[in-house]
Every structure is written in structure tokens, then in C-alpha cells.
């Protein structure tokens, strides 16, 4: 089943069930639930399945599941939709507002999550009706925000099996109807970094005698950045931004210890596995020049979400057979963070944008991890529509080429 036949047999099933996805969003979007903390989001989705005649599996850790559609014969296309929300506020004055305080579904993963629930529920018919050649597993990721989710999933073996795997997320810079898509990074790697100075503290009439822990502070702020846009290639989008400094309590006092905290983002994969050792080489040779000792505690995050070619064109030819040719709209790169990067380090696939701006003139652009954040729900009809065609067309192209083999695990930093 390809072309017309796809796409008149999703907008038979959109049209018979528009009304219960907009109500199942809704209902997420009322009772939204943080990282690892997705009960009931989770019990909810599991009951849908099960009503479908899908077995799905809680993840070991209690929320999230996993739900394979299909024969385990063919190759298998993994869709991932992430269920948590955000700790901020639902500032929005409408009927379906958070009634959890201070959770909100601020980045649409309400809408992932019922754009996944809904191509599975499409993809159970036809695998019923045997037009499925081989297996679409779903994931229902908990915790992309904090983020933990992805590899929680990788553990329990959510990638066993796995070809390829897609991901929608909502994009309020686009209009309903579009598609953004982008080979390569499409979002960065994002970490924390915190240095901890700590040295001879004393009166400010003498700083010879001790090791100006403000004044070195300031240097490991100015010169830290400078220095790595000299030892990092520029293409790789480094970029090391501070968010906090805390040192001292008096003005004629010397700190004996003092702290700089901040974020690196980064388009590149090797420059992200080198970062935390080029990192702390800098800092000890800026630290050391002043007389203190230097402790770097980085934390990582994501890696950079780096699109695999033949998976973008899987995902554009599936926007063309369903929405039309102009769907698919190439979208720039971010320097936010998406831990859907963590499957990207297993096997090959990529995340596509899902535009969920109304095309009115007159609607207020409601940018993602803002209390006033919303969607124009129609954006639910076009990710099933693009979901469904990307495991369909993903199945077609690995049955036709036999391209089933996984690419080789990476390590995971």
C-alpha cells in the first residue's frame, strides 16, 4: 500500500477518530507529570493499546512503554514519543489547562505522545489486514526533559531489533501542515560544566598573598571561551556560555573558594566526546597561573541529534506521498538539547520538526517552554499522517533494498 491508497486510507481514519485524539491530548494536557513521575500518562496510553489488541510493556523503571506492531520476520522501525512535561506553570486561560501545579506540557509532548498513540493504533489495523512487512515498535519515552529517558530505554533493550528509528517534535515557528527536516545536527549536544576554585584567601589590600580567587574566577569566565574558539574546529558549533558566579561575601575580602557553572552546546559529535578533557586542561592552566586548584565537575547531557541522510529522505518521501510536496521544509539547526541523540548513537534515523503554528495571521507565535505555550491541534492529523508513512516507507525500503543490518553500537560517554 503506497501513494493515494496511504493517504486516503489516514484521512479515513482521521476523520473517524479527530475528536477522540483531540480529547486524549487535552486530557494529557490537563494532568501533566514530570520526569519519571508519568503514571498515569502511561496507564492511560496502556489502556488504549490493550483495547486495540497491542501488548504493550512498561519500561523497568515503572513509566514509559514499549509496543511492537507487526512480525518479527521483516525489519523493524522503531517511533519514539516522549510523555513528560515541564516544571513551570500553564499560564494559558483555557478549558484544558494544567490542573497540576506548577507542570505543564510547555514543549508538546502531549501531542507527541497522541500523534504515536494514534499511528499505532492506524498501523494495528494494517497490520491486521496484512499490509505491515515486518515491525513497528513505539516508544513512549519518559523523562526527555531532565533528560535520562532515551538510555532508561536503551537498557531495557528498546533498540534490540531496531533499523531505524523517527521522531516528531513540535515546532510553533512552523505552520500546521509543514514538515522541517534537516540532514546532519539538527539540535546540539548540551552538558553542564561547573568549576570550583579554591586557593589562599585574605584581605584585598594584599592580593600578593593570596590567590584572588574572584579575580582568577573572572579569568576562567573570559578566557575559558576564548581559548576554545581557538582549539575547537568553528564547524562544530562549539559554544561555552556562563549562567553563574558565586564567590565572596565582603568587598574588602578575598575568597578562599568561589564557583562558575554554565552549559556546552556543540553540533559535532567527536568535539562533543573530546570536551570534558579539553575542558579541564584549560581550566587547570588558567587556574594554575593564579595560584589555585581548579576542580571541574561536568556533567553530561545529550549528544548532538545528527540526522542520517537516508533517514531524512525517508521522512521526505513519506511527507510527499501524504501531505503533498510541499510539506517537507528544511528547517536550520538549534543549540538546544534532544536526547532522542541517544538512539541516534546506536542506530541510524532522524528527528523531523513538526509545524504547529496556526496558519492565521492573527496568532500570537507561542515559542516552546513557556507557560503560554500551545498548539493549533490540527498538527495531531499531520504527524500521524507523516509517522505512519515514515515506519511504512521505512519497511518498504528495508524489504526492497534488505538493508535490515544495524549500524554498529557507538559507546555511549
Given at each position: ?45 496502556a489502556?488504549?493499546l ?12 515503572g ?48 501531542v ?26 513505539l ?240 498538527a495531531?492529523g ?21 538493508s ?10
Amino acid at each position: 500500500m503506497q501513494g493515494r491508497d496511504l493517504r486516503e486510507q489516514l484521512t479515513a481514519f482521521l476523520a473517524r477518530n479527530e475528536r477522540a485524539l483531540v480529547d486524549f491530548r487535552r486530557d494529557l494536557h490537563m494532568h501533566p507529570e514530570l520526569a519519571f513521575a508519568e503514571h498515569r500518562t502511561t496507564q492511560r496510553l496502556a489502556e488504549r493499546l490493550r483495547a486495540a489488541g497491542l501488548a504493550p510493556k512498561r519500561l523497568p523503571q515503572g513509566t514509559g512503554l514499549i509496543c511492537d506492531i507487526g512480525s518479527e520476520d521483516g525489519p523493524t522501525i522503531a517511533l519514539r514519543g516522549d510523555i513528560d512535561a515541564l516544571p513551570l506553570t500553564d499560564e494559558k486561560d483555557v478549558a484544558y489547562r494544567s490542573t497540576v501545579p506548577g507542570a505543564a506540557h510547555a514543549c508538546g509532548h502531549d501531542v507527541h505522545t497522541t500523534v504515536l498513540l494514534a499511528t499505532g493504533l492506524f498501523l494495528a489495523q494494517q497490520a491486521r489486514a496484512g499490509a505491515l512487512p515486518g515491525r513497528v515498535r513505539l516508544i513512549f519515552q519518559p523523562a526527555e526533559e531532565l533528560p535520562g529517558g532515551a538510555r532508561e530505554v536503551i537498557d531495557a533493550g528498546g533498540l534490540d531489533g531496531v533499523d531505524r528509528i523517527f521522531a516528531l517534535h513540535a515546532d510553533p515557528r512552523l505552520l500546521v501542515g509543514q514538515v522541517g527536516l534537516r540532514t546532519g545536527p539538527i539540535t546540539a549536544a548540551c552538558d553542564q560544566v561547573l568549576v570550583r576554585l579554591s586557593g589562599e584567601g585574605g584581605h584585598t589590600a594584599r592580593p600578593h598573598l593570596t590567590a584572588d580567587l574572584v579575580y582568577a574566577l573572572g579569568k576562567i569566565v573570559t578566557e575559558l571561551p576564548a581559548a576554545l574558539s581557538r582549539r575547537v574546529d568553528p564547524r562544530a558549533g562549539f559554544s561555552l556560555v556562563w549562567g553563574r558566579v558565586s564567590a565572596g561575601s565582603a568587598p574588602n575580602a578575598i575568597p578562599d573558594d568561589g564557583v562558575v557553572e554554565g552549559t556546552v552546546r556543540c553540533l559535532d559529535d567527536d568535539a562533543w566526546h573530546a570536551a570534558p578533557d579539553l575542558i579541564e586542561e584549560l581550566v587547570d592552566s588558567v587556574a594554575t597561573a593564579y595560584g589555585a586548584t581548579a576542580e571541574v565537575d561536568y556533567r553530561r547531557g545529550v549528544p548532538p541529534t545528527i540526522n542520517e541522510d537516508s533517514s531524512v529522505q525517508i521522512l521526505r518521501d513519506a511527507c510527499d506521498q501524504v501531505l503533498g510536496s510541499d510539506a517537507a521544509a528544511s528547517t536550520p539547526q538549534s543549540l538546544g538539547g534532544e536526547d532522542f541523540a541517544w538512539y541516534l548513537e546506536h542506530v541510524p534515523g532522524a528527528l523531523a520538526r513538526l509545524g504547529t503554528h496556526s496558519p492565521s495571521s492573527a496568532a500570537p507565535m507561542l515559542d516552546l517552554h513557556r507557560g503560554t505555550f500551545d498548539v493549533d491541534e490540527r498538527a495531531i492529523g499531520v504527524g500521524v499522517q507523516v509517522m505512519a508513512a515514515s515506519a511504512l516507507t521505512g519497511l518498504w525500503e528495508c524489504a526492497r533494498t534488505g538493508s535490515g543490518d544495524q549500524i554498529e553500537d557507538a559507546a555511549l560517554a
